[in-house]
DNA sequence: TGATACCCTACCGGCGAGGTAGGTATTTCG
DNA sequence: CGAAATACCTACCTCGCCGGTAGGGTATCA
């Protein structure tokens, strides 16, 4: 197993959040009844998709979640990085500040890491299909915005 | 994080026993050594290694480990999975007997699981690159078998 | 026969995931 | 103006499992 029912839960909120996407903001216990998820839970995952700016919240009475930006410009990588924290399929390897890969078991210059090579690819994949897919592709046809024609 | 120290641990032992591919079994203790690991918990992840019929045992003195198979037939795959389990991105994707995948929240036939596309690419994107990937590539290439000339 | 190594079972401490609880602040509605 | 509805915050709890240890087998070689 890789990802914990962070990433789980607060994706399907996310796709709740764009299948009823308008101006209304949803309240989370609707989103929380729908799903069959404990609210109070709930509570801890939106807090980090506000905190990251891709759901806003209304206070009070009628208040609830909205999608920050349209579905199309929102990408799971984001989602899911502002769920579970920074991609990395093991812990030794993370992205470094100046975009490249680092691999915390290489102190020695010269003793390179032999599986840095796997780790890397494999995490490349991973950030690559999260980037690729948008919220928008999640939302089941039947409730996409018709775009022209 | 995604994979545990398991997979980490394990990789390293596979790349440590393909460097020095040769009929001659190679000693945990030296590669616990070398690698700065404890032993007594390589102990238990080369068993599931061996479990998997990637690796092979020489009991009693001058015995240790011996690739199973040439470096170049063992998949990154294979050796994820024989010392993690069965690879999914989150709990409720897996691969079916058939082949296919299935979600187990999508219990109701009627309400397809919105999220399922999301973690079914993921997981493809993940055992197509540890697939892909085999063993040989991870070996430096300076101490790689020279193939003629 | 002793040293070397694999092999098996059992155990354990810490930590984080998953969830609960309770209170506070803010907005709408009657 | 209240009271209900909702977001928001902090603290806490429980349980499983990861990473590791311990200790004893059992096979093989010199």
Redesign the pocket.
Known sequence: ?MF???AE?GVRVMVELARRGGDQ?????EIAEHEG?????L??L??RL?RADLIE?????????LLARAAEDITMAEVVEAL??TIAPI?CISSSPGGGVVCSRETDPEHVCTTKLLWTRVRFAIVHTLTETTLADLIPANRKKPVAA
């Open positions: 197993m914990s029912t962070k839960y903001p949803v309240p989370l216990t998820l404990p609210l109070a839970y509570e801890h939106v807090a506000r919240s209304r206070r009070g009475a009628r208040g609830g979640y579970e924290g812990e």
